[in-house]
Every structure is written in structure tokens, then in C-alpha cells.
């Protein structure tokens, strides 16, 4: 990790297109300001961590999927059926 020290206003740049400017210290709290193109996705920590999860959770959760794949099933077995009286 590299680890740089700014000061208020100073800035620090990723490659030609992102810029991170100090805006403000208080206490233990430093206000960032982002500048990046539009198709950078950039979050808090937290909200990236969530987000993870819940697409883990969204992957993992087969049990949910259960009633949508019997569905599915039902409906495929539905039209196999009204083919073969069409034939």
C-alpha cells in the first residue's frame, strides 16, 4: 500500500484521470472530494463490503431459486406437452 500525507488542498492523482483533493479536516475526520470519468464506480468502504455481500448472498442462495426453477420446469413440461398434441 502506498501511503502518502496531504494537506488541506493538496491533491493526489491516479493515472491522468482521477484526482483526490483534501477538502477539510476536523478532528479525526478528513473530507476527500473525487474527480473521475463517469464510468468509474467509486464507494465508501462500507457500502462496497455491503455490496459484495449481498451479491455473494444473491449467488449462494440456491434455496430461493427453488420455487422459480419448478416454475420454470412446469412451464416447459406445459409447452413439451401442447407441442406433441399439436404433432
Keep these: 500500500m502506498l501511503v502518502l500525507t496531504r494537506r488541506l488542498g493538496e491533491s493526489i492523482w491516479i493515472n491522468d484521470d ?14 476527500i472530494g ?5 464510468e468509474v464506480t467509486v464507494h465508501r468502504e462500507e457500502i462496497y463490503q455491503k455490496i459484495h455481500q449481498e451479491n ?17 420446469q412446469s412451464i416447459r413440461q406445459v409447452e413439451t406437452s401442447s ?5
Design 83 to 87: 407441442e406433441e398434441l399439436e404433432n
Design 18 to 31: 482521477i484526482r483526490i483533493v483534501i477538502q477539510n479536516i476536523r478532528g479525526n475526520q478528513v473530507r
Design 56 to 72: 455473494r448472498e444473491a449467488v449462494n442462495s440456491t434455496a430461493e431459486m427453488k420455487p422459480v426453477r419448478e416454475l420454470y
Design 34 to 38: 473525487i474527480a473521475a470519468p463517469k
